[in-house]
């Protein structure tokens, strides 16, 4: 039974890695068809959301399943619920990738991007995309280090974001409002893309040392001036 119980908790695991390479793979995927005004690539993206949803369902069901079966000790308990925390980020990742392609799929045969911001935006794709593939990796190796890494790449998230906000204020904009709320709605859904792969990520340093990233970061810090 405890052998099968450990299986149905790696099976968890893994519909998560699953779900964390879908979600990356549709921000790429989405951040082309933004960029290329590609129709039926942002329709694919949208379509595939369905099946981020059906990962996120099933393992709820078998999380679910668990605790009412086992009625886990306190670290399995917590891998449990750390899981299912984990599995919301992950779909609401895909629901950010899939507001990218919808956005394209509404100014199809236009581009939503104005071709000056055409790297900015091709950046912050790409950067999502790593961010989540990271957190991916983080699920699967429980690397503590790794996962606190993951806030410090963020910040380069951040740099964009705030990059792309000072272009939308120039006095030199010459491309509408109604461009400046596409660009503003693109920039705010890679942020927080980005913010849900540095979550998954914390969730893990939770998991594995049974404190929050941010007591670990705190202690570090501390260390670091008293070693000073």
Do not use: C, N
Request: no cysteine; net charge negative.
């Amino acid at each position: 039974m405890r052998d099968a119980y450990h299986e149905e908790l790696d099976t968890i695991g893994d519909g998560l890695v699953d779900m964390a390479r879908l979600v990356g793979s549709a921000i790429g995927r989405a951040t082309t068809a933004i960029l290329d005004a590609d129709l039926k690539l942002a329709e694919s993206v949208i379509a595939a959301d369905e099946k981020v949803d059906d990962l996120q369902r099933d393992l709820e069901g078998r999380a679910i399943a668990l605790l009412a079966r086992q009625q886990p000790v306190a670290t399995d308990l917590r891998i449990v619920v750390t899981s299912l925390r984990m599995s919301a980020d992950l779909e609401r990742s895909g629901d950010l990738a899939q507001h990218v392609a919808k956005l394209a799929r509404l100014r199809f045969p236009d581009t939503a991007v104005p071709h000056d911001l055409h790297a900015t935006i091709l950046e912050m794709g790409q950067l999502a995309q790593r961010l989540m593939a990271k957190a991916a990796e983080v699920i699967i190796t429980k690397d503590v280090d790794l996962a606190l890494q993951l806030e410090h790449d963020d910040d380069a998230m951040d740099l964009l974001h705030r990059a792309l906000f000072q272009h939308l204020m120039d006095d030199r904009w010459k491309h509408g409002i109604e461009t400046a709320v596409d660009v503003t709605l693109l920039g705010r859904y890679y942020e927080r893309f980005a913010d849900h792969a540095v979550s998954v990520a914390k969730r893990v340093v939770y998991l594995v040392t049974g404190e929050h990233a941010d007591e670990i970061a705190s202690q570090d810090a501390v260390s670091t001036v008293e070693g000073a």
